[in-house]
């Protein structure tokens, strides 16, 4: 049963390994596209409390 541990996150390590290589190219455009998420995300919340806010008074 620990070697199946072992051996799992040998592999998770070596596909860590191998994202961290192509996403050293991809990472900025993908931080960019998170960050924009993260943004309109925040903003859906912001006006949705205003919009709560507003309809309760």
Do not use: P
Request: aromatic content about 4%.
């Amino acid at each position: 049963m620990a070697d199946m541990v072992v051996v799992t996150e040998v592999v998770v390590m070596a596909a860590g390994t191998q994202v961290l290589q192509v996403g050293l190219e991809v990472r900025e455009e993908l931080m960019a596209a998170v960050m924009g998420l993260v943004r309109a995300a925040t903003v859906a919340v912001v006006a949705a409390m205003a919009f709560q806010r507003r309809r309760w008074r």
